[in-house]
């Protein structure tokens, strides 16, 4: 058995978290630290989009037809990506999830799926970052294609440039990032995922942290809500 992982008095082992906010508001940043200090993986469906659409699958390519308009890619596919993503083995210690939930009813399956099994997620951290912010974030981002690392030019360069510090891997622009997408992405966020605050809220389980601080102190912070 692997050593559990006991802060403060509290349990986090199993740990389940939904990381909110606007595209571009650091929620895979952050969620990459969690995962890293609380030894759970990382689930990102823009991760897992993106990987089967360099795979060429018939999943990445349905997936791309929405992700370059700035959509969301319809509830049905992303359910079964994400239901069958919580099958594998990993899953058994906790999750964080960076961009799943995104709809009301993609939060109602999971809900479901978890009261079924007697579960619930533990916390949903909505990182706030006003959109006249989010511009900005958007078009220094820089993704590794290898590891899925995220950096940005003006506020976390690599040491060399284009160059991933995590595996040496080719930087790239992500074609979503455009000006005119990132715009379009923020009314479907408006639209459809924000409500979710609301959701989460009603539920007992939302956790507010600024992200419009440093990378570290906005960590720090989400450590502290979740160790509070
Ligand atoms: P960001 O973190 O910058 O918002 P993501 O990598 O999470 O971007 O998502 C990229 C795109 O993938 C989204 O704009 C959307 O088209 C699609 N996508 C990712 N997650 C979901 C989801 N849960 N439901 C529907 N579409 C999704
Ligand atoms: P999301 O997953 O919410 O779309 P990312 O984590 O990919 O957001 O962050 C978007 C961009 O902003 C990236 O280039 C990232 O390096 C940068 N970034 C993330 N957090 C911060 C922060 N607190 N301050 C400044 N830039 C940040
Ligand atoms: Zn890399």
Redesign the pocket.
Known sequence: MRPRLILCNKDFEKMKIV?L???????????KQIAAKYDIPHI?T?DIFRANLKEGTPLGLKAKEYMDKGSLVPDELTLELIMDRFTQPDCKNGYVL??FPRTIPQAEALTKALADNKDEIDYAVN?E?PDERIID??S????CAKCGG???????PTKVEGVCDLCGGELYIRDDDKPEIVKKRLDTYHAQTQPLIDYYEKAGKLKEVD?????D??FADIVKVIEA
């Open positions: 990381m906010g606007a595209p571009g508001a650091g929620k895979g940043t952050q969620a990102s823009g960076d961009g990182v970052v974030r958007m220094g981002r820089r993704a995220t950096f940005h030019i003006k506020y976390n992200g419009t601080q440093d990378v102190k906005v």
